[in-house]
Structure formats: structure tokens, C-alpha cells
């Protein structure tokens, strides 16, 4: 079974910070998609990285694909309180073609 | 309406009830997913359909079951549910089942069962 596990569950800081959330697994995926989940509503693709190693900004937030492709970061510059969500990792099984979800960070930016 | 919509948004139902989940996608998508989102546990997929025929269930009880009368609807009918089966109850539709097509979820049913 694939499992991709997310560091840390829960993250509590001060606007202005700066933070790193990583997700985890010993399996290989062919790509992983990052999705934000504002409360009341459903997540929402904020980008997909496919080539090991592969870096893609978007604004404040950098997301980086592991060059095994085991593993994902996505660090988030100088926070806001927009940036407020449940941050979910999902990556696509190598051999299964599966859209595996993440375990969750939950982030909360105080102003 | 855009995007994928989800009717009720919050529902409260006893053990012996029945009643049904609605979800409604107005992008073109063939693929229509519901999965399960409970607290401290990941994301579980349910069930999914392309153009309306089921492709995957996994391992669903059957007090959950799903209908796709058309590539635009989807439905999930409750019925003799447990108390451990209130969650957040999210719909997703994709181009297609393949797993890096980017899915669009709705804003989800908060179920709760007394």
C-alpha cells in the first residue's frame, strides 16, 4: 500500500514567517499534485511537479519534487494570512496510475 | 452554476434514515469521483465513475451506494448509516480517471449520524 505521509500535522505561526511542509513516502510516483483546502470548501490544485528533482514557483510558494520522486516540499515565503488552509500532497502510483492523498498539514497564519 | 456543486452542504441524519448525496459538475468532465474526508485520516476515495459506468469501489460498505445517471450527476445514497460515517463527503470530477488529471472537487457535505 502507498502512503505518503505529511510533516508537520499541524503548523501555527505569525505572518511574515517562513515555513516548510514535506510529504513523504517509500514509494516512487510518475508526479505529485499539491492542493490547498480553504475551510468550507474543497481542495483546489495549486500545481503538479513531474521530473525528479523539478522546482515550480508560485509567488510566494516553492514547491520541490524529490529526485528519487519519493518525496515533495513546498515552502511558503514571508506567510500571509490567506495562506490559511489544510495543505494536502496526492501523488500518482508509478505502476497503479492511483491518485494517492497525503495525510495533511493544517496551517494557520496569524496576522 | 461553474465548477462542481454539492447539494445538501450539511446534513444530520439518524441510523435508520435514508437519504442522498447530490453532486453536479458543469465542466465537460467524464470522470466523477466521491471520497471520504475524516479527521486525522487521509483522503479516502469511494468511488469512480466514467461516463457513468463505475470503475473502482473501494471496499465501500454497502449502506453507501453510488448512482451516475449521466457524466454531469452523481449521487451517493445513504441508508442504516454508523455514527463513524459522519465526515466531510467530497465529489471530484477529472478529464478522466487517469490519476494526473487534475481533479476539481466541490465544496463537500458535512454529514453528521446520530
Known amino acids: 500500500t502507498q502512503l505518503l505521509e505529511q510533516s508537520p500535522q499541524f503548523l501555527s505561526i505569525q505572518e511574515g514567517e517562513n515555513l516548510t511542509v514535506y510529504c513523504n513516502s517509500s514509494?516512487?510516483?510518475?508526479?505529485l499534485q499539491w492542493y490547498r483546502q480553504e475551510p468550507g470548501e474543497g481542495p483546489v490544485l495549486l500545481v503538479t511537479?513531474?521530473?525528479?528533482?523539478e522546482v515550480k514557483k508560485l509567488k510566494r510558494l516553492t514547491f520541490q519534487f524529490g529526485d528519487a520522486r519519493k518525496d515533495s516540499s513546498l515552502h511558503i515565503t514571508a506567510a500571509q494570512p490567506g495562506d490559511t488552509g489544510l495543505y494536502l500532497c496526492?501523488?500518482?502510483?508509478?505502476?497503479?496510475?492511483?491518485?494517492?492523498f497525503g495525510t495533511g498539514t493544517r496551517l494557520q497564519v496569524f496576522p | 452554476e461553474t465548477g462542481v456543486t454539492q447539494t445538501p452542504r450539511h446534513l444530520v441524519m439518524g441510523m435508520t434514515n435514508k437519504k442522498s448525496l447530490k453532486c453536479e459538475q458543469h465542466?465537460?468532465?467524464?470522470?466523477m469521483y466521491w471520497y471520504k474526508q475524516s479527521a486525522k485520516k487521509p483522503l479516502e476515495l469511494m468511488f469512480v465513475?466514467?461516463?457513468?459506468?463505475?470503475?473502482e469501489n473501494n471496499s465501500v460498505p454497502s449502506r453507501f451506494s453510488p448512482e451516475c445517471p449521466n457524466s454531469s450527476h452523481l449521487f451517493l445514497h445513504l441508508h442504516t448509516l454508523q455514527p463513524e460515517d459522519s465526515a466531510l463527503y467530497l465529489c471530484?470530477?477529472?478529464?478522466?480517471?487517469?490519476?494526473?488529471?487534475?481533479?476539481?472537487f466541490g465544496p463537500g457535505t458535512r454529514l453528521t449520524v446520530t
Open positions: 471530484a470530477s477529472s478529464v478522466g480517471t487517469g490519476g494526473g488529471y487534475e481533479q476539481y
Open positions: 465542466l465537460g468532465h467524464n470522470a
Open positions: 496526492a501523488g500518482v502510483g508509478y505502476n497503479t496510475d492511483k491518485l494517492i
Open positions: 465513475y466514467s461516463l457513468e459506468e463505475r470503475v
Open positions: 511537479v513531474v521530473t525528479g528533482g
Open positions: 514509494s516512487v510516483f510518475s508526479s
